[in-house]
């Protein structure tokens, strides 16, 4: 369970300020993910990205930006964060040709 | 396009009770169905598989193509299996991502 981690693990800011949420694995997963976890929305895919330099949207991209330049670890910014960011953020991997992600403990967003 | 649809939010049973968490799916492709399980303060973490087919923790999921459902179930609940459950699917091997269904939490009283 080590292998994938989010730092921070709880984040307050205000509207408007740029926040960056970090995830690191140490498994060399090419896949990465970004998901967020809502209340009556399940997960929902944020940003992926393939491999590192690669990366592509998922269903709900807006107001985010993420970046993969080493593959261990693959950011999320939130540019200038607005209240309906308010959620959990989880951050998964997985190798290519086998469908199980594995997932990281969380972090957890409020924004003010 | 595809949907997971998971219709309860909430499932209580007693212990020792038999529980089946619903899930149904829509894909006009050959999908691959999953079942991840998050304990309280614990990841997100796979239960099951479809293509597996293996009970784990109790738990068995039988894919039905014909009522496009994936089903979750187990004849003797206990106490530990109080959880949120979610139903995934993957466009299949290659795909990208998972799409989830909303969850159910399930309760299982002592």
């Known amino acids: 369970d080590a292998g994938i981690t989010q730092s921070p693990r709880y984040k307050i800011t205000e509207t408007g300020r740029q926040v960056t949420l970090m995830c690191h694995q140490t498994?060399?997963?090419?896949?990465m993910f970004w998901y967020r976890q809502d209340l009556g929305h399940g997960l929902r895919l944020i940003y992926y990205?393939?491999?590192?330099?690669?990366?592509d949207k998922g269903e709900v991209p807006d107001g985010y930006v993420v970046s993969r330049s080493k593959t261990e670890n693959f950011p999320l910014t939130l540019e200038s964060a607005t209240r309906s960011q308010t959620s959990v953020y989880f951050c998964?991997?997985?190798?290519?040709?086998?469908?199980?992600?594995?997932f990281g403990p969380g972090t957890r967003l409020l924004v003010l | 396009a595809q949907r997971v649809t998971q219709p309860e939010k909430l499932l209580s049973v007693f212990k020792g009770a038999p529980v089946e968490l619903k899930c149904n799916y829509s894909?006009?492709?050959?999908?691959?169905l999953f079942w991840y399980v998050q304990y309280s303060r614990q990841r997100l973490q796979l239960l099951l598989r479809h293509i597996s087919r293996e009970s784990i923790k109790g738990f068995t999921a039988d894919l039905n193509k014909g009522e496009t459902s994936f089903h979750l179930k187990k004849p003797f609940a206990q106490e530990e299996d109080s959880a949120m459950y979610y139903c995934a699917l993957s466009r299949g091997t290659g795909a990208n991502n998972l799409f989830f269904g909303t969850g159910t939490r399930l309760t299982v009283i002592p």
């Open positions: 894909y006009s492709g050959s999908p691959e």
């Open positions: 498994w060399s997963h090419s896949y």
């Open positions: 998964a991997s997985r190798v290519p040709g086998q469908e199980t992600q594995y």
């Open positions: 990205s393939a491999a590192a330099d690669i990366t």
